[in-house]
């Protein structure tokens, strides 16, 4: 069953806001805030040359075997954290606002819904809520995320698994026509996806 979260915090987001703006000052955020405006261009550039975009309103839960949808949840996000560094910002909200890290993955999809994207991804957790305090590329306020129940960090994730693991497709039969380069991810099927969380877990 698909867990939706509408509350996220029981914190004042401009405090959040605050103690993120001090980590935008120091030396290690000045390289992160480069990168995040170039990958924002760079996304803004690659949607603009092709009708597919794959977000979180192409995701179909219906379409995930029932497995995978219990592990599934909706999540509210409060876009604080700079764009497409999100295993930073976690790390930052954890020390300087007490949360706790949580590794799993983002899930997007095609128009259709039958092509999916699991991406690596981190969000935190407080008071037993997980919330999204990274901005999306799209602007979007919700994310499907799927929790690994891991210590792991997304850095310790990489060491052992291979940067080209951090982004796994399942295409069940897309309609859509993807005009755009596909290569460098992770081509499995939903059974190979399950093994990997269970090989994650089993060893954590």
């Known amino acids: 069953m698909l867990i939706i979260q509408t509350t996220i915090l029981n914190m004042n987001t401009t405090e959040l806001k605050s103690k993120y703006k001090v980590f935008l000052g120091t030396d290690e955020a000045q390289p992160l805030i480069s990168q995040s405006v170039m990958m924002a261009i760079q996304w803004r550039e690659i949607m603009s040359r092709s009708n597919i975009h794959f977000d979180t309103k192409g995701v179909n839960v219906k379409k995930i075997n029932k497995k995978l949808q219990t ?3 909706l999540l509210p996000i409060t876009p604080i954290g700079l764009v497409n ?3 930073t910002n ?7 606002c007490g949360m706790e890290k949580v590794l799993g993955f983002n899930i997007c999809a095609c128009p259709c819904g039958r092509f999916m994207n699991y991406e690596l991804h981190s ?3 407080k008071d037993g809520m997980m919330c999204d305090l990274t901005k999306d590329f799209d602007n979007l306020r919700e994310k499907y995320f799927l929790e690994l129940k891991t210590n792991m960090t997304a850095l310790e994730y990489i060491n052992k698994y291979g940067r080209y693991k951090t982004i796994a497709s399942i295409n069940k039969g897309c309609s859509c026509k993807v005009d755009w380069n596909t290569n460098g991810v992770w081509d499995i099927d939903e059974h190979i996806l399950q093994e990997h969380i269970k090989e994650i877990e089993d060893n954590a």
């Open 123 to 125: 969000v935190n957790r």
């Open 71 to 73: 592990r599934i949840s």
């Open 90 to 96: 976690t790390r930052v909200f954890a020390e300087e």
């Open 85 to 87: 560094q999100c295993h």
